[in-house]
């Protein structure tokens, strides 16, 4: 029991995992709290949607992120960059005025009925684990955060620009200094978060129902994994992240009265223990 | 040029006045008009109740315009948008009813019926519930003003009570949204079933706003024996656990939804609520001569069958309609007289507007989730007669 238990709290947790490395990294490099990322995962869940059901999931898990990134430039473009100089109250505002945008846009062009996404064939079958069956799609799931997770690490660790990236985030003045264009590399960073958006968006649709109201759902718990791991930092999301899925999922079992509340529980005990998260500022 | 114009205009309009008379359109004209003021949630968690339910109110002014009107009246319908919340709500209606469209229906949750509720007569207004199922609506919250033509939670769990017996499932898991109606909802099932002789080993309270139903759905799994699910979930949470039930398995169990089986969490589930059982308050398949009728126009119009928010918005304009029928009369204190008490003919046969409490009186309906023309939707399994309605609590006080 506990370790099917363990399993349905990674599943969450793989999500989360998805969701909160955009967000972490926008924060990190633009120092922008993007409300609206939320909303781009719902965005993201309904082109999934569309695409899905004139093609299949595989091209919605390609396509989905390719346009959410080319949005995620236009966002950096045309908000956050003109915005940098601003007192980020602004920018927390705009963030929140284009929350409220999309989910109007979703409404208008999609209604306002849930919809939902089938599991794709080659995953709609259960599979047996610690004697219980369980939909194949959720061992995708943790699957799907793993790669992000890795591939966001190798990213960062190993490639020219990710060391930008590490550097702008600490340092933006010094690196661009240094000949590093952070404008630009700004732009490619917020596009990666918004398609990272996106993507939580498209995985999300076949376990959890597509509603206008969807974004909600997702961005507290984002935020809650964010501050909890460190404002900024990735490694510190994905430790966040697990960790909040367990609570869920093993607080729902065996705590049930408190499990609407010990996510945020979870967050105070780690802020009065360390008061800039699991792994401060560092990406 | 001009004159000229002007008079064949004149001309058209005599010809046409002249032609129409015969036909009693000449008193839609005349009287004062039906104005109904529907408020129903336009935006927010309860707009695809709400989308239905204004559906069913237009439907039913379009064809009573067509007839000629109600009491030779023309019916006009202004709509506004409640928000899904009882602060809008209580704002928009006395919009309504202060702009002249006082004969009020509509909103989707009990709690946004009863803010509507508060001052019906200082906005001189009435207001007909047609989806709310609160019983305080009709209980200790009843108004002289206010009318309800759908079943109350009381009425569906007789009605349960009633179906129970021939259930054969012996042990029940019971999964039930953590605010007052789920809980309600699981005490009654559980009280239910030890008197019939059955066990709920595994009672589970998702918190409002539960994404993922994996962790209760592997309680109830891991429960030896389960062999029948309650479920009392409302709006996305429903559907989310309808979904993931359906991808673990659980759906091989018997499911009985309380207010489960509605139409937007059947279409937005595909074919997971295909066999779950639960109360329903209106259907297509119900076999009366009005019924037959409505449902042949509706489908004419919309090629499908009405939904049952649809058919029980349709059927609550059509209690306006009686009440000025009988009242000869729009202004909402005379309606209001004229409709307590009243029997009349409706899409569910007879029925009677009960004067103690203002509760339509109508059959009860259990059915469960079936392909029909290769769409699943609620299909009618079983009729309850009237008889099994329990009376008034003897909360409403009615001056």
């Given amino acids: 029991m506990l370790s099917i238990n363990i399993f349905n709290g990674l599943v969450y947790g793989a999500l989360l995992v998805v969701m909160s490395s955009g967000l972490a990294l926008i924060y990190g490099l633009r120092r922008v709290v993007n409300f609206a990322h939320g909303s781009l995962y719902m965005l993201g869940a309904y082109l999934g949607y569309t695409v899905a059901s004139h093609t299949?999931?595989?091209?919605?898990?390609?396509?989905?992120?390719?346009?959410?990134?080319l949005l995620g430039l236009a966002l950096d473009r045309f908000a956050f960059r003109p915005l940098q100089d601003r007192d980020p109250l602004t920018v927390i505002l705009v963030t929140f005025g284009l929350l409220l945008v999309l989910e109007d846009l979703v409404q208008t062009v999609w209604g306002k009925s849930n919809l939902s996404v089938p599991a794709p064939d080659l995953l709609s079958a259960s599979v047996d684990l610690f004697g219980m069956s369980v939909p194949a799609y959720r061992i995708a799931v943790i699957f799907f955060g793993l790669v992000v997770a890795g591939a966001l690490t190798l990213w960062l660790r190993y490639s020219k620009m990710g060391l930008f990236v590490r550097a702008a985030s600490t340092e933006p003045t010094i690196t661009s200094m240094q000949g590093v264009n952070v404008d630009r590399l700004s732009g490619l960073v917020v596009a990666v978060g918004t398609a990272l958006a996106g993507l939580a968006g498209i995985?999300?649709?076949?376990?959890?129902?597509?509603?206008?109201?969807?974004?909600?759902?997702?961005?507290?718990?984002?935020?809650?994994?964010?501050?909890?791991?460190?404002?900024?930092?990735?490694?510190?999301?994905?430790?966040?992240?697990?960790?909040?899925?367990?609570?869920q999922a093993v607080g729902a079992v065996y705590l049930p009265e408190f499990a609407t509340v010990l996510p945020y529980v979870l967050m105070m005990a780690v802020l009065l223990w360390r008061p800039a998260g699991f792994a401060g500022n560092r990406v | 040029m001009k004159k000229s114009i002007n008079l064949f205009g004149k001309t058209c309009i005599a010809l046409a006045v002249g032609a129409l008379a015969p036909l009693g359109a000449h008193a839609a004209v005349d009287k004062e008009p039906l104005r109904i003021g529907a408020v129903s949630s336009v935006s927010g968690v309860f707009a695809q109740q709400g989308e239905e339910v204004l559906r069913g109110i237009q439907f039913a002014a379009e064809e009573a315009n067509r007839k000629g009107g109600v009491d030779g009246r023309q019916v006009a319908v202004q709509v506004a948008d409640d928000e899904s919340t009882p602060e809008a709500g209580r704002r928009v209606a006395e919009k309504l009813a202060r702009d002249g469209n006082n004969l009020l229906i509509g909103a989707i949750p009990t709690s946004i019926s009863q803010a509507i509720s508060q001052n019906l007569e200082r906005w001189n207004a009435l207001y007909v519930v047609v989806a709310s199922k609160g019983d305080r609506l009709t209980g200790e919250a009843c108004k002289p003003r206010m009318f309800r033509t759908n079943h109350s939670d009381a009425m569906d769990m007789a009605m349960f009570t009633e179906w129970m017996k021939g259930v054969k499932e012996k042990n029940f898991a019971v999964i039930a949204a953590d605010y007052a109606w789920g809980r309600d909802s699981a005490e009654f099932f559980a009280k239910q079933a030890k008197s019939l002789g059955k066990s709920v080993p595994v009672s589970l309270f998702p918190p409002l706003g539960t994404k993922d139903f994996a962790p209760y759905i592997a309680q109830i799994k891991d429960a030896p024996n389960v062999d029948g699910i309650w479920v009392a979930l409302a709006g996305r949470d429903l559907i989310a656990f309808t979904k993931q039930a359906k991808e673990f398995g659980l759906t091989s169990k018997r499911i009985i939804g309380h207010a489960a089986i509605m139409d937007f969490v059947v279409k937005a589930t595909g074919d997971a609520t295909k066999g779950v059982w639960g109360n329903i308050g209106y259907g297509a398949e119900i076999d009366t001569p009005a019924n037959q009728v409505f449902v042949a126009a509706w489908k004419a119009k919309y090629k499908r069958v009405p939904t049952e928010n649809e058919g029980q918005a349709y059927n609550g304009a059509q209690a306006i309609f009686e009440g000025v029928r009988k009242a000869g009369s729009v202004k909402p204190a005379d309606v209001a007289a004229a409709l307590r008490g009243l029997s009349y003919d409706s899409v569910y046969g007879k029925v009677s507007m009960r004067a103690e409490d203002n509760q339509l009186v109508l059959p009860s309906y259990i059915g469960q989730v079936k392909v029909v023309d290769g769409q699943p939707r609620p299909v009618i399994e079983k009729r309850y007669d009237v008889a099994l309605v329990p009376a008034p609590n003897g909360s409403c006080k009615l001056k």
């Fill in chain 1, 56 to 69: 299949n999931f595989w091209v919605a898990q390609v396509a989905v992120p390719l346009l959410m990134g």
């Fill in chain 1, 203 to 247: 995985i999300a649709a076949p376990f959890l129902s597509l509603s206008p109201s969807m974004s909600s759902d997702v961005i507290i718990d984002s935020f809650v994994v964010v501050v909890t791991g460190g404002l900024g930092s990735l490694s510190g999301a994905f430790a966040a992240a697990l960790l909040l899925g367990q609570v």
